[in-house]
């Protein structure tokens, strides 16, 4: 009850940021997290899967935990982790979440921990955007837009965030 409260209290702000906000600038806030750049893949055709990439900081205290989400884009939207056994990449569901601990900053990245849409209902094309909606243990559920970047991009977050006074 006290998740879908903060859903609906939530929503209508996201909204006037994501058509205040320029192009470029992407990110996203629910209660102490920020959602920085959430992204994925042009596909080259209706794929089985797609990923989703993105940056969480947890501005807040305390620990909170990103429980996965949903998509009218795909079936499912599920958190995978990257293994590498004898030389094999394998990815499986991450079971519990993903914890982002206090002033942490987490990255899904391509090779690492990524969202997974699973069984997407169209090919993804470069430069449209979907809206995917977050869910997090304590700061509850956003609707976040994610931008498709050409097949093979990499992170950009990085450059991003150099002359902001944030490198590590
Ligand atoms: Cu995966």
Redesign the pocket.
């Known amino acids: 009850m006290a998740k879908f409260t903060s859903f609906r209290l939530v929503t209508p702000a996201v909204f006037l940021l994501t058509s205040a906000i320029s192009v470029s600038a992407h990110d996203f806030k629910v209660g102490d997290l920020k959602i920085d750049h959430p992204w994925s893949r042009a596909t080259p055709m209706v794929a089985p899967?797609a990923?989703g990439y993105v940056i969480v900081t947890n501005n807040g205290g305390e620990p909170d935990t990103l429980l996965g989400g949903t998509t009218p884009m795909a079936a499912k939207v599920?958190i995978?982790e990257?293994t590498m056994t004898d030389g094999v990449a394998r990815?499986?569901p991450l079971t519990g979440g993903l914890v982002i601990e206090p002033g942490k900053t987490v990255e899904l990245r391509p090779g690492g921990t990524?969202?997974?849409f699973v069984r997407p209902s169209r090919q993804l094309k470069e430069g449209e955007r979907f809206k995917v909606t977050l869910a997090f243990e304590k700061a509850g559920q956003v609707e976040v837009e994610f931008a498709v970047q050409g097949m093979g991009s990499q992170p950009t977050a990085k450059q991003e965030h150099e002359g902001h006074g944030k490198t590590e």
């Open positions: 899967v990923g599920e995978h990257s990815m499986r990524h969202l997974m």
